[in-house]
C-alpha cells in the first residue's frame, strides 16, 4: 500500500487523500509497529510520529522568492506556473538532459515519508511526504565517477516570484550536497504532501528533503541539477559562511552564533507550550552518523 509504481499515473497522481486518511487510521489503530509496517521504507520511530496539519505545513512557510514572512509563500506562490516543468541534469552523468517532469517521475516509486522536519530558526514540524529517492533519479541518469557533488537550482522567475524583484538573497536560491548525502535513501525529491500534489508554497512541483540537515538545505521548486566535483554554492552557506555551513546537518551540539540549536518550538503546539530537545541529526542518527565518522562537526558544521 505505501508504495505504488506511478508508470500509468501522471506525476501529481501521488497516493490519493482517502488512501492516505485510512492508513492513517490503521496507524492510530494499530500503534507504531503497524505504522512503520505501512508507512515502508522509513525507520520504527518514524511510525510513532505525528504530521503537523496540512494547514500548519502549508501557511508557515520559508521561500523567499514570495516574501520573507512565514505567511507570504501561502498567499503570493499561486503565481507561480508549475505545468509544464522540467528540471535540466548536466555535468558528470552519462545522460544529460532537459527532463519534463512526465519523464522523471515515470517508473519511479512514489511513497510515503514521514519525516521530521526542522528549521535553522530552531521551529519544526512532522511533515508526510510523498515522493521518491533522489538516488532512484542519480542512478537512472548515470552518476559519472569523477562526481563528488551535487548542485541544485531553483527556478528563477521575476515574472512570477515577488521576492526576487528584491536582492534578499543571491537568486536563483541555490544548494548542495555531498554525492553521498544525494545517494542516501533518506534523502527524498517530494512531489506531494498528504497524498496531494505539492502545494505552491511548499515547492512545487518538486523539491528536495534531506530530513538530518537544516530546512534551508531543502531546496524547493528545482530547475537544475548539476553533478560536480567540486563543492557548490549554497545560498545561506555564500550569504553568512559564519553562520550557516556547508553541510548544515541538525545538531543540539553546536549553536548557530546568535542562537542556540539545543531545543525546538514544535509548530501547532501553541506558543507557551515547552520547547523540545533537538536530537542530533534530527533524530536519523542511526542511519546517517556513518556518512560524517572521522569529520569534526564543529569545524564542518
Ligand atoms: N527553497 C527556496 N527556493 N527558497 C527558500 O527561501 N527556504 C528554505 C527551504 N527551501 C527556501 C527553500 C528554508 S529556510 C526552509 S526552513 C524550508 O524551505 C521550508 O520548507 P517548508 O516551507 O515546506 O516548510
Not at 554554492?233 to 540549536?261: C, I, K, L
Request: aromatic share 10%; with cysteine; net charge negative.
Amino acid at each position: 500500500m505505501a508504495r505504488r509504481y506511478i508508470s500509468d499515473l501522471n506525476w501529481n497522481d501521488v497516493t490519493p487523500r482517502a488512501l492516505y486518511l485510512n492508513r492513517r487510521q490503521l496507524i492510530g489503530a494499530g500503534g507504531a509497529a503497524l505504522g512503520a509496517g505501512l508507512i515502508g521504507g522509513a525507520t520504527a520511530a518514524q511510525g510513532e510520529l505525528t504530521p503537523n496539519s496540512w494547514d500548519e505545513i502549508t501557511s508557515y512557510n520559508n521561500f523567499y522568492e514570495f516574501g520573507t514572512r512565514k505567511e507570504d509563500p501561502a498567499r503570493n506562490a499561486h503565481t507561480l506556473t508549475t505545468q509544464p516543468w522540467s528540471i535540466v541534469i548536466d555535468g558528470l552523468v552519462d545522460n544529460p538532459g532537459t527532463y519534463s517532469m512526465e519523464q522523471i517521475v515515470e517508473g519511479m516509486t512514489i511513497e510515503e515519508r514521514i519525516y521530521r522536519f526542522r528549521c535553522v530558526e530552531a521551529w519544526s514540524m512532522v511533515i508526510p511526504w510523498n515522493g521518491f529517492e533522489l538516488a532512484d533519479l542519480l542512478t537512472r541518469v548515470g552518476v559519472q565517477s569523477g562526481a563528488r557533488y551535487v548542485a541544485f537550482e531553483t527556478a528563477l522567475r521575476p515574472d512570477e516570484m515577488p521576492g526576487v524583484r528584491l536582492p534578499v538573497l543571491d537568486w536563483p536560491y541555490r544548494e548542495g550536497l555531498r554525492l553521498d548525502e544525494a545517494m542516501h535513501p533518506l534523502t527524498l525529491m517530494a512531489t506531494g504532501l498528504y497524498g496531494e500534489p505539492m502545494p505552491n508554497q511548499n515547492g512545487a512541483p518538486i523539491r528536495l528533503v534531506v530530513p538530518w540537515k537544516y530546512g534551508f538545505k531543502s531546496i524547493k521548486s528545482i530547475v537544475r541539477i548539476t553533478l560536480t566535483d567540486t563543492e557548490p554554492h549554497a545560498t545561506w552557506n555564500a550569504t553568512q559562511p559564519q553562520e550557516y555551513g556547508f553541510y548544515s546537518n541538525v545538531n543540539p551540539t553546536v549553536d548557530h552564533p546568535r542562537w542556540s540549536q539545543a531545543t525546538e518550538r514544535r509548530i501547532g503546539d501553541g506558543l507557551f507550550a515547552s520547547r523540545i530537545p533537538t536530537l542530533m541529526f534530527n533524530g536519523y542518527e542511526a542511519e546517517v552518523a556513518s556518512l560524517y565518522e572521522g569529520m569534526d562537526l564543529t569545524a564542518q558544521f
